[in-house]
């Protein structure tokens, strides 16, 4: 179980990721859309948090203000260990700063953070596939490469719960 502070993406972009989503699962590739509860939305985490309390996060993260949407454009295609394949953005410095705020806000609430969200060890990336195995990645390059760049629209944020993929709306933008 976590909480991740998340940045949400606007209708077009939200179902530009879905349909990679779905192009996978047609592969046979589990995706977000399969995963667990099936609340699973399309994002990118600024922070996983393995032990928090939720109203100082939240209120720790509002107080952040809003630093409004964006746009990210997504260039690349990563793969993780275990099988995780990702869409990879261009990473523009105000997402680094912006990312490294959110970090020591929550951080200050005494959170927990995941070792792989932490200050430059962080690799920003929205999930596409949950468990590739090596023989999918042909397959899994041959359905994204051909949306790509993708650009999409950073519109909205929310704190999800990871176990239940229950979203809570955040204020703004952080």
């Known amino acids: 179980m976590a909480l991740g502070v998340c940045l949400l993406f606007d209708p077009p972009s939200d179902r530009a990721v879905r349909e990679l989503w779905l192009r996978f699962e047609r592969l046979g590739v589990p995706t ?3 995963h667990t509860h099936g609340r699973h939305r399309p994002h990118l985490s600024y922070v996983v948090l393995l ?12 107080a952040l203000g809003d630093g409004g949407g964006y746009e990210l454009r997504f260039d690349a295609v990563g793969a993780f260990r275990r099988g995780r394949i990702c869409l990879v953005p261009a990473v523009p410095a105000a997402l680094v700063t912006r990312q490294h705020a959110v970090v020591e806000a929550v951080r200050a609430t005494g959170a927990v953070i995941h070792r792989h969200y932490e200050i430059d060890r962080w690799l920003p990336h929205t999930s596409l596939a949950t468990r590739a195995a090596t023989r999918d990645l042909p397959g899994v390059a041959g359905a994204v490469y051909d949306r ?4 999409v629209r950073v519109s909205h944020a929310a704190l999800i719960d990871s176990a239940t993929g229950e979203a809570r709306p955040l204020p703004g933008v952080p």
């Open 148 to 151: 790509l760049p993708l650009t």
């Open 51 to 62: 032990e928090w309390d939720l109203d100082a996060v939240r209120a720790a993260v509002a």
């Open 32 to 34: 977000p859309h399969s």
